[in-house]
C-alpha cells in the first residue's frame, strides 16, 4: 500500500525525466550555468532541451514575441525547480547508498507493462514519444531508486492513529451520495450487427470482455469499470440490469447504430459504506497528504543544507 502511494508521489518526477531520456548531452558543449547543486552544474542548454515538449505543447507560436518568451521564461522557472528537487533526491540516494537491483526492477517493469495492455504497446507507446526502450528501463531505475530513497526518510514518521481514521470516515460520510449507483463494464460496437452477435454469443460462452475488445478493438469500444447514478442510465438499460445479478450480462441492446453489451459488476446502494469498508481508502488518503507534507518539508531541508544557487 505504501509503495503504491509512494508511487503516486514520485509520478511527476518520472514523467519529469523521461521527456528527456533518449537525449545525449555533450560534455563538450560550453554554456552557460543556470544553478549549482552541491557539486553539479545545471545549464541553459540542457534546461532548454528539457523544456522542448513543454514549449511545444504550451507555447502558442502565434502568440506575440514577447508573450511567448514569457510563457517560455514561466515555464523554464517550474521546470528548474523539479530538476534542482530531482538532483537533490539523486545526490541522497547515492550519499545513503541506496540502490535498485535487477529484479526489483523488473517487478516494476512488470506493473508499468501491464498498465500499458502489454509490452508490444507499451513500445509502441515509448517509439511514439521519441524514448528509446532501455534508456526508458535506466530511467525507471532511477526513479524506483527515489522511491526507496523518499520511504527511506519519511515513511517511518509517519503515524495515523485510530481517532484520525474515525473523524475522516464522519467527514466521508457527510458528503456521501446516497443514490443507489451502478458499476459497469461496456463493450459497444458500431453498426456491425454480425459482430455484435458473434461477440454476445463468445460471451455466453465464457469468454471476457477485455479479451474480446483486443481481439477487435479497432471495431469495438470497451469502457472497463464505469460507475453510473441510477438517474444517469436510461430507462430500456436500467430494466434489463434489474433482472440480472452482479456478474452477469445483459441482453443485447441496440440504439441508433450502436450495439451494447453490459456486464453489471456491482449495485451500490444508497447506504455510505461502513467504517470498516473505507479503511484502508482512509488510510490511504491520510498517508499521502502526511507524505506529501512531509516530502515536502524535507527537500526544504535538503536545500537549505545543500550549496544551492541559481542563475536564470
Not at 514520485?10 to 537525449?23: A, C, G, R
Not at 534546461?47 to 511567448?68: A, M, S, T, Y
Not at 441496440?254 to 461502513?274: A, D, Q
Request: proline share 3%; aromatic share 12%.
Amino acid at each position: 500500500m505504501k509503495n503504491k502511494i509512494f508511487r503516486n508521489l514520485i509520478l511527476f518526477f518520472f514523467l519529469f525525466w523521461i521527456n528527456f531520456s533518449s537525449l545525449g548531452f555533450s560534455a563538450e558543449i560550453i554554456n552557460k550555468v543556470i544553478a549549482v547543486v552541491g557539486e553539479e552544474f545545471l545549464t541553459l542548454y540542457e534546461l532548454d532541451e528539457i523544456c522542448k515538449p513543454f514549449f511545444e505543447k504550451f507555447v502558442d507560436p502565434k502568440l506575440p514575441f514577447e508573450e511567448k518568451e514569457r510563457t517560455k521564461k514561466q515555464i523554464r522557472e517550474k521546470v528548474l525547480k523539479a530538476w534542482i528537487e530531482d538532483t537533490l533526491l539523486r545526490i541522497e540516494a547515492k550519499k545513503y547508498g541506496i540502490t535498485v537491483s535487477d529484479e526489483e526492477l523488473e517487478r516494476f517493469l512488470i506493473t508499468e507493462v501491464k498498465a500499458r495492455g502489454g509490452e508490444e504497446k507499451l513500445k509502441e507507446y515509448l517509439k511514439i514519444q521519441g524514448i528509446d526502450y532501455e534508456k526508458y528501463k535506466e530511467k525507471l531505475r532511477e526513479e524506483l531508486l527515489k522511491i526507496k530513497l523518499i520511504q527511506f526518510q519519511v515513511s517511518e514518521k509517519i503515524v495515523i492513529t485510530e481517532d484520525e481514521l474515525k473523524r475522516a470516515y464522519e467527514e466521508a460520510i457527510k458528503k456521501y451520495d446516497i443514490s443507489p449507483k451502478y458499476w459497469l463494464s461496456i463493450l459497444i460496437i458500431k453498426e456491425d450487427e454480425s459482430l455484435a452477435n458473434f461477440i454476445y454469443e463468445e460471451i455466453l460462452k465464457g469468454k471476457n470482455f477485455e479479451e474480446l475488445y483486443q481481439s477487435h478493438s479497432s471495431k469495438v469500444k470497451f469502457l472497463k469499470e464505469e460507475k453510473f447514478k441510477k438517474e444517469e442510465i436510461t430507462f430500456e438499460v436500467l430494466q434489463s440490469l434489474e433482472k440480472i445479478s452482479p456478474g452477469e450480462v445483459t441482453p443485447l441492446i441496440k440504439k441508433n447504430n450502436e450495439f451494447y453489451i453490459i456486464r453489471l459488476l456491482k449495485v451500490e446502494t444508497g447506504n455510505p459504506p461502513s467504517f470498516e469498508e473505507m479503511r484502508e481508502k482512509l488510510y490511504q488518503d491520510l498517508f499521502q497528504l502526511k507524505a506529501e507534507a512531509l516530502l515536502e518539508k524535507w527537500i526544504k531541508e535538503l536545500e537549505e543544507k545543500r550549496y544551492i544557487r541559481i542563475y536564470l
